[in-house]
């Protein structure tokens, strides 16, 4: 009994020690069900699906910024599909925060809303609409869904661009930066490790890796010693100096569009674009999960486990938040 009482104790230390460092908000998370449209809207699925895939055949680069939608979603104020809501004259709103600059598939997220309006008027959130869009984006390869995504998020009201900067990880981050921002959402460090493995797909500006070709001391020069140094020269020739805001480059450069473990093998060959990717290998028992990774079964495993959990963060549920009209405009 005292054991009992003094673990819970320090559970309860724990997660207070923890809140004590994050931004936004208690870490709640409501029940979400698998049916719960099935009343009220039980095409829903069928139509994000349809419309996403749609989109995704005509151009398969279009499921990373929906995956990356998500994930930004779900790191400020929860999945409430705050992402999207457009700054107003009185307000500056996630989306322009220099985070979010970068995000893409906005406008397939109003298509779809519209779609599943025309069915079901007033009855599906946006944040769920982003959830599933994620899922269907990275499935349409393998044309079956990748993971479950349970359903009944809320969409929030409040989007504010100064609070995206504290709740999502910057590429510079270290092993213990983004150990503390995954436990800030109730993530783990399997879910740090396996959710890093979306850089699979995708790609990145210049600007947001190029300290690690030019400017590694802080000082205006200098290299990463931990990037692959063949690769840093295949780096240079895309990005040719620090002034470069424009170029992208693959993440995963030969298998970017390919959802699959590549990611991982090219990491352990120190070829992950950024330090928060490198990051992964600095851990003993991190790099030894980055391994295990390399098998797709298992990867695809843990991601959907994973995925699950990212997306139940501060979800809104029942009477909270609204269902948006106008995935941008809060009602
Ligand atoms: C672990 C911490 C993470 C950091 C530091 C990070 C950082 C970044 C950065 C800097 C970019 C490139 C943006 C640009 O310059 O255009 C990017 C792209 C991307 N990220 Fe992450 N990310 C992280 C985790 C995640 C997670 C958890 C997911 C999804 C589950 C994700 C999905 C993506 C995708 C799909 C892209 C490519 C987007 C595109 O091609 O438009 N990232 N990430
Ligand atoms: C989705 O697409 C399939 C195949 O084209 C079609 O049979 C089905 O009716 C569509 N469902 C909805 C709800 O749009
Ligand atoms: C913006 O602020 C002005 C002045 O405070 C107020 O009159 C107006 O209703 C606000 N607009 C919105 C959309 O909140
Ligand atoms: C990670 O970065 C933080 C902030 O720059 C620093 O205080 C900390 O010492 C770093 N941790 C490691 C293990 O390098
Ligand atoms: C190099 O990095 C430092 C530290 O991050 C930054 O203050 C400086 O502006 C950078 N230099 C250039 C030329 O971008
Ligand atoms: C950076 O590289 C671009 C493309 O090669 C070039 O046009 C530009 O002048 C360079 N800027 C600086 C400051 O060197
Ligand atoms: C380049 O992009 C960064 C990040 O989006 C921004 O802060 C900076 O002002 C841009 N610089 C120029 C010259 O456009
Ligand atoms: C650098 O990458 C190449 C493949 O591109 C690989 O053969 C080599 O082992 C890597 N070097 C290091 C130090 O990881
Ligand atoms: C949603 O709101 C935005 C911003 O006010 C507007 O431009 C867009 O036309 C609206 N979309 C619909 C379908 O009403």
Redesign the pocket.
């Known amino acids: 009994m005292k054991i009992l009482s003094l673990s819970s104790f320090l559970v309860i230390i724990t997660v207070f020690a923890i809140q004590e460092a994050c931004h936004g908000g208690p870490l709640t998370q409501g029940p979400l069900t698998q049916d719960y449209y099935k009343d009220s809207c039980a095409n829903v699925e069928d139509i994000v699906r349809n419309v996403t895939w749609k989109y995704v055949a005509q151009d398969l680069t279009l499921a990373a910024p929906l995956l990356r939608l998500h994930f930004h979603d779900c790191f400020v104020r929860g999945c409430d599909a705050s992402v999207l809501i457009n700054s107003t004259p009185n307000n500056t709103a996630e989306k322009d925060a220099p985070p979010d600059l970068t995000l893409g598939g906005f406008n397939i997220i109003d298509d779809i809303k519209a779609e599943v309006e025309k069915t079901c008027p007033g009855i599906v959130s946006c944040a769920d609409i982003v959830a599933l869009a994620a899922r269907d984006s990275v499935s349409f390869q393998y044309k079956r869904l990748l993971w479950e995504v349970p359903l009944g998020r809320r969409d929030g009201t409040i989007s504010l661009a100064s609070e995206v900067i504290a709740n999502i990880p910057a590429p510079t981050s270290n092993f213990s930066q983004l150990k503390q921002n995954f436990a800030c959402k109730g993530l783990d460090i399997l879910d740090l490790i396996v959710l890093s493995g979306a850089h699979t797909i995708g790609d990145s500006h210049c600007h947001s890796f190029d300290n690690r070709l030019y400017n590694f001391t802080g000082k205006g020069y200098g290299q990463d010693p931990t990037l692959n140094s063949s690769y840093a020269n295949y780096l240079k020739t895309k990005c040719?100096?620090?002034?470069?805001n424009t170029t992208t480059v693959p993440m995963d450069p030969t298998s970017s569009l390919s959802f699959d473990t590549h990611y991982y093998k090219i990491l352990l060959e120190n070829e992950g674009l950024f330090q928060s990717d490198a990051a992964l290998l600095t851990d003993q028992g991190s790099l030894e999960e980055v391994k295990k990774l390399l098998s797709f079964e298992y990867f695809l495993e843990k991601f959907a486990y994973s995925m699950k959990k990212m997306g139940e963060i501060q979800v809104l549920t029942g009477f909270e938040g609204q269902i948006r009209k106008n995935c941008s405009v809060v009602n």
């Open positions: 040719k100096n620090l002034s470069d």
